[in-house]
T-cell receptor
Framework: DAGITQSPRHKVTETGTPVTLRCHQT?????MYWYRQDPGHGLRLIHY???????DKGEVSDGYSVSRSKTEDFLLTLESATSSQTSVYFC?????????????FGEGSWLTVV | QQQVKQSPQSLIVQKGGISIINCAYE??????FPWYQQFPGKGPALLIA?????SEKKEGRFTISFNKSAKQFSLHIMDSQPGDSATYFC?????????????FGKGTLLTVNP
């Protein structure tokens, strides 16, 4: 258990509505990540953070924004959800900064956009 | 542009057999190569990892073989068991600092028949 809590775990929302997923960690790790997992695509990085208010884009960042106002929380927002954003979203954490630091994943948030 | 290519997409092995999953990478700056195991409904969990200064690492029934000149690495599961049935992801990362992140292969679904 890497001390990661994702919420909500399951959500169904309508196209065009905003959605926020929350990742909470209890171990003061510097790095936090949001990945999405889709069949045939594996795990793709959406956004990541390397400190409070320090974030950067990953390979599939379009349509997503993030915020990190305190160390323990990393929020992923879909400003206007689309059906293509139906996916499983994983938050991950790492102490980071050194080669070989392990990245630990949360249990996932299943999002369905109808 | 896929930086980490994983094969096969799926694999069926009999109990007691050897499972082999292969990955190839393009970026010679990668210096950390982990494998993750994921069961249905769960987040990926680190299984074993290797750095390019060694050619092989073994942990129990799991072995990573690394070929730096060919830019390839593979996961071998000896004496495969039905409980090993899961999706396996290879990944790669480079350096540290603010750019610490993993790039994943697309995954291999392993089924071990009893």
């Amino acid at each position: 258990d890497a001390g990661i809590t994702q919420s909500p775990r399951h959500k169904v929302t309508e196209t065009g509505t905003p959605v926020t997923l929350r990742c909470h960690q209890t171990e003061n790790h510097r790095y936090m990540y949001w990945y999405r997992q889709d069949p045939g695509h594996g795990l793709r990085l959406i956004h990541y953070s390397y400190g409070v208010k320090d974030t950067d884009k990953g390979e599939v960042s379009d349509g997503y924004s993030v915020s990190r106002s305190k160390t323990e929380d990393f929020l992923l927002t879909l400003e206007s959800a689309t059906s293509s954003q139906t996916s499983v979203y994983f938050c991950a954490i790492s102490a980071g900064g050194l080669t070989g630091n392990t990245i630990y994943f949360g249990e996932g948030s299943w999002l369905t956009v109808v | 542009q896929q930086q980490v290519k994983q094969s096969p997409q799926s694999l069926i092995v009999q109990k007691g057999g050897i499972s082999i999953i292969n990955c190839a990478y393009e970026n010679t700056a990668f210096d950390y190569f982990p494998w993750y195991q994921q069961f249905p409904g769960k987040g990926p969990a680190l299984l074993i990892a290797i750095r390019p200064d060694v050619s092989e690492k073994k942990e129990g029934r799991f072995t990573i073989s690394f070929n730096k000149s060919a830019k390839q690495f593979s996961l071998h599961i000896m004496d495969s068991q039905p409980g090993d049935s899961a999706t396996y992801f290879c990944a790669a990362s480079k350096g540290g600092g603010s750019n610490y992140k993993l790039t994943f292969g697309k995954g291999t679904l392993l089924t071990v028949n009893p």
